[in-house]
């Protein structure tokens, strides 16, 4: 029971900085509420208890995120491939630090186990030095050749990134589909599952403490109907990475500009 019992003491204590504001949006650098100040409540599977009033993000928050990331990314677009790895493994490293209070918020946030969501947070910080080491070959093209001629290939970041993932394993399913987006050199807007929001905001502060510029990486809250759909439609969204059910991802291709 004492192990059990300092978990909770943790738990109460990460808890804390969602106390005043809740967990609030975070664009261009800044964290801030929802245009219309609406808000919704995240509880605990455990115990159904309340964690957190969470802004409830729409498309104006959408379209202020997708604004910032595109702003933001001619200069990490010009970051050289070498720079961008050495962030990313920086980023890694902070991951680390913060592993406990990562898999302990899962916890709650989930009802995961935590010897599960121990080793997700450590997974997470692995998909970032993975796909950091990436980063200086991203835009490396290809030379094919054939009988009398030769066909050069270059890739260049297609633009900011829309990211939605699912609630079941959040903060790990986060990285995998944010560390390559940033490694190509893209900016990002991500839309976390409404049912486990927190360790959202705890990863894009984590990425701009460890010297991300300010957004390239934006956060909106909100559900799939209102932020998800207006994520997928705006015109500075140039590709999804998604996670979840098929059919979801059938509409989301369909919404696509």
Not at 107 to 119: N, P
Not at 209 to 219: H, I, S, T
Request: include cysteine; hydrophobic fraction near 45%.
């Amino acid at each position: 029971m004492s192990v059990l019992q300092d978990n909770i003491d943790k738990v109460g204590r990460y808890l804390a900085q969602f106390r005043e504001h809740g967990v609030r949006n975070h664009i261009g650098g800044k964290e801030c509420p929802a245009i219309s100040n609406r808000t919704f409540e995240t509880i605990s599977p455990i115990d159904l208890k309340p964690l957190a009033q969470v802004a409830h993000g729409d498309g104006r928050d959408v379209d202020l995120a997708a604004r910032a990331a595109r702003d933001a990314m001619a200069e990490w677009a010009a970051y050289g491939g070498e720079a961008r790895r050495k962030l990313l493994h920086r980023i890694a490293d902070a991951i680390v630090a913060h592993a406990e209070e990562i898999a302990l918020l899962e916890c709650v946030d989930t009802g995961q186990a935590l010897r599960f969501m121990s080793k997700a947070a450590l997974r997470g910080a692995e998909n970032f030095r993975f796909f950091a080491d990436q980063a200086p070959t991203a835009r490396d093209g290809l030379s094919l050749r054939g009988p009398g001629q030769v066909n050069m290939t270059t890739r260049v970041p297609i633009g900011p990134v829309g990211v939605i993932t699912p609630w079941n394993t959040p903060f790990m399913l986060s990285t995998w589909k944010i560390a390559p987006a940033l490694a190509a050199g893209c900016t990002v807007v991500h839309k976390p599952a409404e049912f486990s929001p927190l360790t959202a905001s705890l990863l894009v502060r984590i990425a701009e403490d460890a010297g991300l510029p300010k957004g390239v990486w934006n956060l909106v809250n909100g559900f799939g109907e209102d932020a998800g759909r207006a994520l997928t439609e705006h015109p500075d969204i140039r590709a999804i990475a998604f996670v979840g059910e098929s059919r979801t991802g059938s509409l989301i291709m369909k919404q696509i500009p």
